[in-house]
């Protein structure tokens, strides 16, 4: 479990996060959700430890973040950071090796050559093993990056269905990891993540694709400049008025009976109000009868 309790970052004064607090659940993916600069990216960082908080706590394990070294963290806990607009020269394999980094010193043991396999098939790149990382596609680069994390934090055991000697909770930070896949790897990357939450693990995830929030996550922490507006079940946090206070749009929940789940739709499908009138009505506050 992750334990964030009354989070603050400000920057050359000016507050990216106010009083943030919840908590996410070991077997459970927890989506982040809001608009641009609504301060996702910050929470990630703070809960990667790659920024401290200048209020409030982060616990992971029941213990604070601060004080857990980075050698440690990073053999329970991966992240895969947004725009990796990294220049690496590496074949796809050996660049998933690297998630297995933190586990060896010298050289890899062929648990860490199996569990690099293992990864690359998750992923469906095992095609793309030896090809330089730089000259595939956004989309495929996504998923190595995303068998890079998989990589780091998987053991021989969750390969053949064992066991752990000790059990211990894992923590995967995803910030907006579906973005560039195609429908397909989107709901495949998800499917991996629910896998994952069976496993023992604890993923959060910043989404901006609600419906596929709807769908997949088991909670939903949904931010405004940088404050909570609510944190709670996707069915329950996602109405139409919470959504409208983070993106400024007007949606419908509709709920066909044939699906598991509800879908969000823009109300402008039903009412075929253009969205430049809207964007007018919002920053004007009042309604303009002739269309722009
Ligand atoms: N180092 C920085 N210096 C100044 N402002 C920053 C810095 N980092 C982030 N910000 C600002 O903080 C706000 C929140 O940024 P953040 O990246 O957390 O947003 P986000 O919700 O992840 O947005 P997006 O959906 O566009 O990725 C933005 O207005 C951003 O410009």
């Not at 050559?113 to 330089?132: F, K, N, S």
């Not at 995967?172 to 709901?187: A, F, N, R, S, V």
């Amino acid at each position: 479990m992750i334990n964030v309790e009354k989070v603050g970052y400000h920057i050359a004064g000016r507050p990216l996060l106010q009083n943030v607090s919840f908590v996410a659940e070991t077997g459970q993916l927890l989506a982040i959700i809001g608009a641009n600069g609504a301060g996702k990216s910050t929470l990630l960082k703070i809960l990667s430890k790659e920024l401290a908080p200048d209020s409030g706590k982060v616990e992971m394990r029941g213990e604070n973040l601060k004080s857990i070294r980075n050698n440690q963290l990073a053999r329970f806990r991966a992240v895969l950071a947004q725009n990796n607009a990294l220049a690496f020269n590496f074949n796809v394999s050996e660049l998933v090796m690297m998630g297995r980094y933190p586990h060896f010193d010298g050289s890899p043991s062929k648990q860490d050559h199996e569990i690099v396999e293992y990864a690359l098939q998750q992923t469906d790149i095992t095609h793309l093993r030896d090809r330089i990382f730089l000259t595939l596609s956004g989309g495929e680069q996504q998923r190595v990056l995303l068998a890079k994390v998989l990589a780091q934090l998987t053991d021989i055991e969750d390969i053949y269905g064992l066991p752990h000697p000790v059990p211990q909770p894992k923590y995967l930070l995803l910030d907006e990891p579906i973005t560039g896949l195609d429908l397909y790897h989107q709901h495949n990357l998800l499917e991996i993540i629910r896998t994952l939450t069976l496993r023992n693990f604890c993923v959060i995830a910043i989404l901006h694709d609600l419906n596929l929030t709807m769908q997949y996550a088991d909670k939903v922490l949904i931010l405004n400049s940088g404050k909570t507006i609510a944190f709670g079940k996707p069915v329950q946090v996602m109405t139409p008025a919470n959504i409208f206070s983070a993106f400024h749009i007007p949606v419908d929940i509709i709920h066909p009976p044939e699906y598991t789940h509800p879908f969000i739709v823009h109300s402008r499908s039903f009412s075929e109000q253009p969205l430049q009138e809207e964007r007018w009505e919002r920053s004007n506050g009042q309604s303009k009868s002739l269309y722009l």
